[in-house]
């Protein structure tokens, strides 16, 4: 089974669901994608950092389907969003988070859904 990287490596998700959000991926064949997220701490926004929210998500919108996954996330710890996500070659993946600026996406492809 080969593995590959996201076309974008690792993206800080730096856009609200207002717009498209960040490209993370651009399959160039048919592929199986894992997406995971983990905080991502930027020090020159340590202080405008809202401890006051509770939660987050993101929003995952692959190619030109005709609705987004909206995932519920914690703050803390690093966390598997979609395993096995069949893209079809040429479609691009974009992620946009309720809170940006806190998490940063970093996933594979394979050519094989994982067991």
């Known amino acids: 089974m080969k593995y ?3 076309s974008e490596c690792d993206v800080v998700l730096s856009r609200p669901h207002n717009g498209p959000g960040v490209k993370v ?3 160039s064949k048919g592929e ?3 997406l995971k997220s983990a905080p991502f701490i930027d020090l020159t926004l340590i ?3 809202n401890d006051d929210v509770e939660q987050n998500d ?3 919108v692959i190619g030109n389907r005709e609705h987004g996954l909206l995932i519920p996330i914690s703050f ?3 966390e598997t969003l979609i395993s096995n996500f069949w893209v079809y ?3 691009e993946v974009w992620v946009s988070v309720r ?3 806190q998490r940063v996406v970093y996933g594979f492809v394979t050519s094989n859904p994982l067991v």
């Open 4 to 6: 590959s990287n996201l």
């Open 89 to 91: 070659e040429g479609e």
């Open 99 to 101: 809170h940006p600026n």
């Open 47 to 49: 202080d405008k950092k």
């Open 25 to 27: 991926h651009l399959a």
């Open 32 to 34: 199986f994608l894992t």
């Open 76 to 78: 803390n710890g690093e």
């Open 58 to 60: 993101v929003r995952i």
